[in-house]
Each structure stands twice: as structure tokens, then as C-alpha cells.
């Protein structure tokens, strides 16, 4: 079993910054891929990135490449994701979510573990 904490979501203006990180413990490993997912009122959950622990490749959502970056640190088991430039439409409930094996997906479904989700808020 694997437990994901997210934190540092917030209300921030358009154009700003901020950083995300989800905290992974429990049976973690090095051959697992990690994923955030983001879900706007009334929308499915949708794909915004992903790293593996192994070698660390980095898969983006096109809304939002060039603008985040997902990053992590082995030595505290966080996985970060840096969002700049924010828009108004990246407004939403943030997941991370962890995955078994190095092989990465884009759908949530393919997630076994999640964590219970930040609110990320951008004004206009």
C-alpha cells in the first residue's frame, strides 16, 4: 500500500505561480510512475503530467507544457510540480497518484493510488 499527501494549492492570480507537492509513503519503489491529474467542477479527471523514479522522464499534458514542470527527490520521497504562468482555466482539484510499474499512462484509471486532492484556484 502506498499513501500520496498533497499540499500547496491555493488562490493565486493569473499569470502566478505556485508549487505543488505530493508526499509518498509505504511500500513505494524505485519502479513506480507518478502522475498528477487535475478535475474542474463538472469535467473528468484529466492527465497534467507524469515521472518515473527511475531515470525521472517527464510527460506533459500539451494544456500545460512549457508552463509546468514535474520534478522529484528521491532522498524525501516528493514528487513537485511547478505550475507557472497560471491560467484561469487551470483552475481545479490537483491529484497525485502513483502508479507500479515504469510503464507511463495518461489515464487515471491506470493509477492504483491517489492521494485526497488540493484546490488550485486562479483569478482573473
Known amino acids: 500500500q502506498v499513501q500520496l499527501v498533497e499540499s500547496g494549492g491555493g488562490l493565486v492570480q493569473a499569470g502566478g505561480s505556485l508549487r505543488l507537492s505530493c508526499a509518498a509513503s509505504?511500500?513505494?519503489?524505485?519502479?513506480?510512475?507518478m502522475g498528477w491529474f487535475r478535475q474542474a467542477p463538472g469535467k473528468d479527471r484529466e492527465f497534467v503530467a507524469a515521472?518515473?523514479?527511475?531515470?525521472?522522464?517527464?510527460y506533459y499534458a500539451d494544456s500545460v507544457k512549457g508552463r509546468f514542470t514535474i520534478s522529484k527527490d528521491t532522498a524525501k520521497n516528493t514528487v513537485y510540480l511547478q505550475m507557472n504562468s497560471l491560467k484561469p482555466e487551470d483552475t481545479a482539484v490537483y491529484y497525485c497518484a502513483a502508479r507500479p510499474t515504469l510503464v507511463v499512462v495518461t489515464t487515471a484509471p491506470g493509477y492504483d493510488y491517489w492521494g485526497q486532492g488540493t484546490q488550485v484556484t486562479v483569478s482573473s
Open positions: 515521472i518515473t523514479w527511475s531515470g525521472g522522464s517527464t
Open positions: 509505504g511500500r513505494t519503489s524505485s519502479r513506480y510512475t
